[in-house]
């Protein structure tokens, strides 16, 4: 980033309390910036009330080359759950407390962005500000704070293979003068262990305001996340927020007598079947996964194409629903363009009965694997399109450990 001429800067060391001083002696920095503070403390706490769609796009760049190229795009769900930064697949009935990894287990993947940053900087009271003076920001005027994070309070950590360090951080936040509100937010990795080979870590998020329902609220809208390595390697994330939504329950007030009830059926109980191991089940897509919209964590179905027996008889029958995901989603371009793409299934329903899947895919490419119970297709070409009927042959593992999939 060029620097820009500003007026002389100086440090400030402000404490929640410092506008509620005398306010004559104040500098007028010092009194905005407890008011900046103040009110995105209100807007933080209302974070939690809400979940957005995140999605990743990400890129790749080698040792020696001048550009970046994707690598694939991964699409979640992300909220704030008790203080913390929250992912899940799309659909998924809940958010868990679950390792970044869980998700995808190549190239990079942060949180943070969502809220966890700026509660950090804005509500823990534990950051040295320097004021930087206004400047045009996209076109709109802004002011600039810089600010620094000791490592000891940062709770910044980077892991990189089995390396991890929790690092110190730095950086500069922008807001409006007149609404206050906070329109940018750049993190920058400080005083990084060796070990890491790490030369540079970058965070930028971008916030907006937005009707949410009845309310409005302060989301981030995107950021660019980007890691720079001393052999020359980076990795490169652009991350788009959409969709978000209020959580909450309608409520309705009427005053006609209530309607008779309506006795209900009994519904059938769904009885939870265990499949052994060894099981080869042959599955036709249900959903077709075009190279032009398919992400990482888009849902996946299947249907069993014939019965599948056990010792004569029917265990899983023809016909049978199996859900999953796409866990990964890598391209390539030696010797020949191709893709990997990494399936994972989960789940299986069929009449009244529910079985957790877990299995391994016949024919699947040999590579490092991604996890348990993912298969991984390889696709000649730099485009696919796979048509609901593509056959595809599994065989059951048993009860093992799930990689995460709900």
């Given at each position: 980033?060029?620097?820009?001429?500003?007026?002389?800067?100086?440090?400030?060391?402000?404490?929640?309390?410092?506008?509620?001083?005398?306010a004559d002696d104040l500098a007028p920095e010092v009194i905005r910036l407890a008011r900046f503070k103040q009110k995105t403390r209100q807007d933080l706490a209302q974070v939690p009330n809400y979940t957005c769609l995140e999605t990743m796009e990400r890129f790749e760049r080698g040792p020696r080359a001048s550009s970046f190229k994707p690598l694939d795009t991964v699409r979640l769900e992300v909220s704030n759950v008790d203080g913390k930064e929250l992912l899940a697949w799309p659909g998924a009935h809940r958010f868990e407390d679950k390792n970044l990894t869980s998700f995808v287990s190549t190239g990079m993947i942060a949180n943070g962005m969502f809220a966890l940053h700026a509660h950090n900087l804005f509500v823990n009271d534990t950051t040295a500000f320097e004021y930087r003076g206004e400047e045009s920001l996209d076109g709109r005027a802004a002011i600039r704070y810089d600010y620094r994070i000791p490592q000891f309070l940062s709770g910044y950590r980077i892991r990189i293979g089995v390396a991890s360090a929790t690092i110190a951080m730095k950086g500069s936040f922008w807001f409006d003068p007149v609404s206050l509100d906070l329109l940018r937010l750049d993190v920058y990795g400080d005083e990084i262990p060796a070990e890491l080979g790490l030369a540079a870590s970058v965070v930028k998020t971008y916030y907006s305001r937005e009707h949410i329902g009845k309310s409005q609220a302060l989301l981030p809208q995107r950021a660019e996340l980007a890691l720079t390595f001393f052999s020359g390697e980076a990795s490169r994330n652009v991350v788009a927020f959409s969709a978000c939504h209020e959580y909450g329950s309608e409520s309705t007030i009427s005053f006609d007598p209530p309607p008779k009830p309506t006795p209900e059926l009994p519904k059938p109980e769904v009885r939870k079947v265990d499949l052994a191991a060894g099981l080869l089940v042959p599955l036709a897509l249900e959903t077709a996964i075009d190279s032009k919209s398919a992400s990482v964590g888009d849902a996946v179905r299947a249907r069993v194409r014939q019965d599948v027996r056990q010792n004569g008889e029917v265990v899983l029958p023809a016909g049978a629903l199996i859900s999953g995901?796409?866990?990964?989603?890598?391209?390539?371009s030696a010797p020949e363009p191709y893709v990997l793409m990494g399936i994972e299934f989960a789940e299986v329903e069929w009449q009244n009965a529910r079985?957790?899947?877990?299995?391994?895919?016949?024919?699947?490419?040999?590579?490092?694997?991604?996890g348990p119970g993912v298969g991984t297709l390889h696709i000649p070409g730099t485009s696919f399109h796979l048509a609901p009927g593509?056959?595809?042959?599994?065989?059951?593992?048993?009860?093992?450990?799930?990689?995460?999939?709900?």
């Amino acid at each position: 980033m060029p620097l820009l001429r500003r007026p002389a800067a100086f440090l400030l060391l402000l404490s929640a309390t410092a506008a509620a001083g005398a306010a004559d002696d104040l500098a007028p920095e010092v009194i905005r910036l407890a008011r900046f503070k103040q009110k995105t403390r209100q807007d933080l706490a209302q974070v939690p009330n809400y979940t957005c769609l995140e999605t990743m796009e990400r890129f790749e760049r080698g040792p020696r080359a001048s550009s970046f190229k994707p690598l694939d795009t991964v699409r979640l769900e992300v909220s704030n759950v008790d203080g913390k930064e929250l992912l899940a697949w799309p659909g998924a009935h809940r958010f868990e407390d679950k390792n970044l990894t869980s998700f995808v287990s190549t190239g990079m993947i942060a949180n943070g962005m969502f809220a966890l940053h700026a509660h950090n900087l804005f509500v823990n009271d534990t950051t040295a500000f320097e004021y930087r003076g206004e400047e045009s920001l996209d076109g709109r005027a802004a002011i600039r704070y810089d600010y620094r994070i000791p490592q000891f309070l940062s709770g910044y950590r980077i892991r990189i293979g089995v390396a991890s360090a929790t690092i110190a951080m730095k950086g500069s936040f922008w807001f409006d003068p007149v609404s206050l509100d906070l329109l940018r937010l750049d993190v920058y990795g400080d005083e990084i262990p060796a070990e890491l080979g790490l030369a540079a870590s970058v965070v930028k998020t971008y916030y907006s305001r937005e009707h949410i329902g009845k309310s409005q609220a302060l989301l981030p809208q995107r950021a660019e996340l980007a890691l720079t390595f001393f052999s020359g390697e980076a990795s490169r994330n652009v991350v788009a927020f959409s969709a978000c939504h209020e959580y909450g329950s309608e409520s309705t007030i009427s005053f006609d007598p209530p309607p008779k009830p309506t006795p209900e059926l009994p519904k059938p109980e769904v009885r939870k079947v265990d499949l052994a191991a060894g099981l080869l089940v042959p599955l036709a897509l249900e959903t077709a996964i075009d190279s032009k919209s398919a992400s990482v964590g888009d849902a996946v179905r299947a249907r069993v194409r014939q019965d599948v027996r056990q010792n004569g008889e029917v265990v899983l029958p023809a016909g049978a629903l199996i859900s999953g995901r796409i866990r990964s989603l890598e391209r390539y371009s030696a010797p020949e363009p191709y893709v990997l793409m990494g399936i994972e299934f989960a789940e299986v329903e069929w009449q009244n009965a529910r079985a957790e899947f877990l299995g391994e895919l016949l024919d699947s490419h040999k590579r490092k694997p991604t996890g348990p119970g993912v298969g991984t297709l390889h696709i000649p070409g730099t485009s696919f399109h796979l048509a609901p009927g593509y056959r595809m042959r599994w065989r059951t593992l048993g009860q093992q450990p799930a990689s995460g999939f709900r």
